[in-house]
């Protein structure tokens, strides 16, 4: 009975401290310490889960050390935001726009004529008055691009695009709105992970959209628990840690270059796409600090972004935006399935 007593005493104060530490190192850069450490705020999901739990056991049991997991949970507070939302069903008061964003994964699920219907068919009904599409793929055989100019969409930027398998593949904004200005930020010129700007006429006000695709591990070829022998999994191993190493520094360097730009945009800004990380990381906190997350204000549920088979439970695409704009809806269409991501939807308006 002593033993437990002292484990509560000491385990659970202990278990705070962590807690609050893992909580605290999405706000370090990966390079400014060891990056093995970046990982480690992937747990906070089940850390905020077990501090929930010890809050309930120890409160039943009137415990002294109940404030622990009770302060950690306050301080963490904005990681339960970050993980589900409840959001109630608003009615706008105003009109506002729709924007949709959507990694179409180079049109790979997409093949026959007969998906390719089913797109256009369900991009017509569904008709936001703007679109950003990462993976944007086109060569002689596919052109998707006049054929959704012709839904409405008069106004249209792409990125440089990058010759990828005897084609072009990019980032795009379509707008039913004129687009008076336009540019890229770029990371890499050899790179598809690409980032397009736009600044667009909405009625009296002009917005910025920045459409971006940070960069991707691109681990895919590689698994190490599928290799044949002990040597080939080593390998496959160590290349993997690589290329989360890899990504993770670059992606860093990729947010602080884009929240740079943001903050010096004369318009208000929304930017939207595939940022390849978790809400749980420096890249996500970095955009933050500085914007709005629409699924945190609108959304409802998990909101898990990406369709792949072993990762569902990942929310790596995202939408941020200016303080100026409200947002009154937001959602992840999951029933949509032309990529291996989710397109997301949101309708914003501007304070006026």
Known sequence: MKN????????????????????????????????????????????????????????????????????????????????IAFSPQSVPQRAGFTLLSYNLNSFALIKDQANKNDFNRWLSDYSPDIICFQEFYKNDSIDYLSKIAALGYTYYYSSNKIEYKDSELGVIIFSKYPIIEHGEVLFNE????????????????????????????????????HAGDSDTMKENIIELFKKVKDGLLIRSKQADKLVSFI??????????????????????????????????????????????????????????????????????????????????????????
Request: glycine content about 4%; charged content about 15%.
């Open 263 to 352: 903050r010096a945009s004369p318009h208000p800004v929304i930017i939207c796409g595939d940022f390849n990380q978790t809400p749980y990381d420096y890249v996500y906190q970095t955009f933050h600090k500085n914007l709005e997350n629409s699924f945190e204000k609108a959304g409802n549920g998990f909101g898990f972004t990406y369709g792949g088979k072993s990762l569902f439970f990942l929310r790596i695409d995202h939408h941020f935006f200016d303080r100026k704009f409200e947002v009154s809806d937001f959602e992840t269409l999951r029933h949509i399935k032309f990529s291996d991501h989710y397109p997301l939807v949101a309708t914003y308006h501007i304070s006026k």
């Open 4 to 83: 437990k007593i002292n484990i509560l005493i000491w385990g659970v104060p202990i278990f705070s401290i962590i807690s609050i530490y893992l909580f605290y190192a999405v706000n370090i850069p990966p390079e400014k310490f060891l990056w093995h450490f970046a990982l480690l705020p992937i747990l906070i999901p089940a850390v905020l889960l077990i501090n929930i739990v010890l809050l309930f056991v120890l409160a039943i049991k009137r415990s002294m050390v109940t404030i622990f997991p009770l302060f950690t949970i306050i301080f963490g507070f904005g990681f339960i935001r970050s993980t």
């Open 190 to 225: 050899e790179s598809y992970n690409r980032t397009a700007y736009t600044d667009i006429k909405i009625q009296e006000d002009t917005v910025r959209i920045i459409n971006t695709h940070l960069h991707s591990i691109e681990a895919k070829g590689i698994h190490p628990f």
